[in-house]
Each structure stands twice: as structure tokens, then as C-alpha cells.
């Protein structure tokens, strides 16, 4: 059984270079595939080996401190779901090309998945507030599954996101918006940029849909989500739509 393990820290690199060599090295080492992106702002990392390997992996890049509160999504599956290991230095982790959306000035305040649950259940948020749940990821993504009701956009590129929500803005400015993605990291920058641009009504949803459907299931989503690798989608009990042996 191979183990996959999703995580990403924003933390400032000094040198991304230096970080990526030796993330590389320590995966080749542990037989690790998948692919890793360092830019000064940090580290996003999709990685599938032995369960040994994977724990060994994230044990020493847990011990520096950059990183020491990384939080990891795992899922199995029967196959190896990446052809190679790929790491690469970017100008940032996930590309969206704005100012004011870096977590590494502060992170946008988040809601956890237990509370988003109960707030879907009620039809409202704890204020009272109509709940929107805005899926910041593209449109091949969203075939695969979202949130029921959720605000959908027609981008292909994450750097579209801006464009794409400039005429729904008023229309959304009496709800609380949770915005969401597959692992947090897109969801996370989006609200910051929201945020910055005048809507103080965002909100995050802390870990994605993976780290919702660890702890939730499958309560409120309709489908599976994407993934950016062989396994194609997961759907909320984390069973990959393909995974032939």
C-alpha cells in the first residue's frame, strides 16, 4: 500500500535553492515520488511512497523550525500515483501573481470543518449571516465535485480568480464567504487578497476540501475532488476514482 502525503507551509525561505536541493536529496533517498515547490515564500510538497519513507520524510523536515507546525493530509492508495520525483524553485508556491495575498504578513482568518458543517446544517452562520462557499479552484476541478450550492467560477487558471469574482463582489457583501480549495493553499492567499480588497466578510476553510473530508466526510459535498495526479479524484472517504494495481 502506498502512502500519499499533501502539505504546504508559507514561512520565508532565504534560500530556495539551497532548501530544494536538499528536499530533493532526501526524497530520492527514501524512494519518494511525487513533486515539491519551494519559493521564498515556502514549501508545497505532494509526495507518495512506503508509509516508513513518508514518516522519515516529514520527521526531518518537521525538525526545522520553519516547518515544525506542518500539517500533513494523507491518503492510500493500492499504486504509486507519480510517474518521477520533480522539485522545482518557483516565484511562489501557488502562482497568482498580486500583492497583499502572502500568509507570510499574516494568515486570513479561518473556519475549521466541524464549525462549517454545523453552519450548512443551519443554514447560517453563527452570526446569522447567510453562508457562501466560494470555490476558488478551476473549472476542470469543480467537474469532479464541490460543495453543494457553492459559487463556482469559469477560470482554467488560478490567476483568473480576481476577474472572474470582480462582478459577483456586491452581491456577496451581506454573507459570510468561505472560500475553499483542494488543500487550503489557493483558498488561503484568495481570501487574503479578498480581504485586502475590501471584503472583510471572507473567511478560509481551514485544510481544504482534503482536510474536510478527513474530519467530515462527505456531509455537504457532492462528488469527489480533484487531484493532480493518476489517482484523478478522491472522493470524501479518500478512495481514489482510479488506483489499479
Known amino acids: 500500500m502506498i502512502l500519499n502525503a499533501a502539505a504546504y507551509q508559507f514561512s520565508e525561505i532565504e534560500d530556495p535553492a539551497g532548501l530544494a536541493a536538499q528536499v530533493e536529496a532526501w526524497a530520492q533517498a527514501l524512494s519518494l515520488r511525487g513533486s515539491v ?60 501573481r498580486l500583492e497583499n495575498a502572502s500568509p507570510l504578513t499574516g494568515r486570513a482568518p479561518s473556519v475549521p470543518p466541524g464549525t462549517l458543517a454545523r453552519w450548512l446544517q443551519q443554514g447560517e452562520d453563527d452570526g446569522g449571516r447567510r453562508v457562501v462557499l466560494l470555490d476558488t479552484r478551476n473549472r476542470e476541478e469543480v467537474a469532479h465535485g464541490t460543495f453543494s450550492g457553492a459559487l463556482t467560477l469559469p477560470i482554467d487558471n488560478f490567476t483568473e480568480l480576481p476577474g472572474a469574482l470582480a462582478p459577483l463582489r456586491a452581491g456577496l457583501a451581506d454573507a459570510t464567504v468561505v472560500s475553499f480549495c483542494t488543500g487550503g493553499i489557493r483558498c488561503e492567499k484568495a481570501a487574503l487578497w479578498m480581504r485586502d480588497s475590501g471584503m472583510d466578510n471572507v473567511v478560509q476553510l481551514d485544510g481544504g476540501v482534503l482536510g474536510y473530508f478527513e474530519e467530515m466526510g462527505a456531509h455537504g459535498f457532492e462528488g469527489r475532488c480533484f487531484v493532480f495526479d493518476e489517482r484523478v479524484a478522491l472522493d470524501p472517504q479518500l478512495v481514489p476514482l482510479v488506483d489499479d494495481d
Open 37 to 96: 515547490l519551494v519559493a521564498g515564500e515556502g514549501i508545497n510538497l505532494f509526495l507518495a511512497g512506503s508509509e516508513a519513507s513518508v514518516d522519515e520524510f516529514f520527521r526531518r523536515l518537521r525538525s526545522d523550525p520553519r516547518f515544525g507546525e506542518l500539517r500533513i493530509k494523507l491518503s492510500r492508495s493500492i499504486r504509486q500515483p507519480f510517474q518521477r520525483l520533480k522539485v522545482k524553485v518557483k516565484a511562489e508556491i501557488i502562482a497568482f
